[in-house]
């Protein structure tokens, strides 16, 4: 089976979307980003995807 995996990796939040050949989405997920600011500044993101299965 042929699928396209699109990302979006932005400011808060990665998403990604998994579309088969005949345009049917296969799967969908959204996860969250931490922001956070460990100096007047700055900005960092914590690490967002961690497989815990």
Not at 42 to 48: I, S, T
């Amino acid at each position: 089976m042929k699928a396209i995996l699109a990302l979006d990796a932005g400011t808060t939040n990665v998403k990604a979307i998994l579309v088969g050949q005949h345009a049917n989405v296969l799967a969908r997920n959204s996860v969250s980003l931490a922001i956070n600011f460990p100096q007047s500044g700055w900005v960092g993101q914590g690490h967002a995807m961690r497989r815990t299965h």
